[in-house]
């Protein structure tokens, strides 16, 4: 999924795979690890990449959730103050999520990246490095869509 900003600046997420194979046991939590590539475009130019095993096939659902819920107006806006109770995380504190505002037709998510996820100089506290995309909620319905649909082909194992 590409979460792009009107003002030019995006991040983009991919699953690239299972980081393990199929277990007999079922929902082993390391058969439903899911490597997770990334790519981070900044207005004034920055950009940079990572991959890591940052999402379960639980979480990687968890996330269509929340978008869902965004995209409903069922999430409300949070002040960023180092609070991670105001944020969407998971397991592994590479990516989370949170709603900066909203207005009738558009929103403006932070995209929380830290440790391995983080910009090549990151010094930052954990979940302290955001970047703020703004679009109109049509399109973020879209970007779900396309979330989704990739999914389909990482199934909790």
């Known amino acids: 999924m590409k979460l792009a900003s009107v003002d030019g600046a995006a991040v983009e ?3 690239k795979g299972y980081q393990f194979g199929s277990s ?3 929902r082993d939590w390391d058969a439903n690890w899911l490597v997770v590539a990334g790519t981070v475009e900044l207005v004034g130019g920055e950009c940079w990449s990572f991959e890591d ?4 096939t639980w979480e990687a659902r968890e996330l269509s959730d929340w978008l869902r819920q965004v995209v409903a107006g069922n999430v409300q806006p949070s002040v960023w ?4 109770e105001r944020l969407l995380v998971f397991t592994e504190p590479n990516l989370a999520f949170s709603l900066a505002a909203r207005s009738t037709d558009s929103v403006s998510i932070r995209v929380h ?3 391995e996820s983080g910009p090549p100089s990151n ?5 302290d490095y955001f970047v703020v995309l703004d679009l109109p909620v049509a399109a973020l319905a879209e970007v779900l869509a396309e979330w989704e649909t990739e999914l389909r082909a990482f199934p909790v194992r």
């Open 13 to 15: 997420l991919v699953v």
């Open 24 to 26: 007999s046991e079922p």
């Open 81 to 84: 103050d180092s609070d991670e």
């Open 113 to 115: 990246l830290s440790l």
């Open 53 to 56: 095993p940052c999402l379960t």
């Open 123 to 127: 010094e930052h506290e954990m979940f």
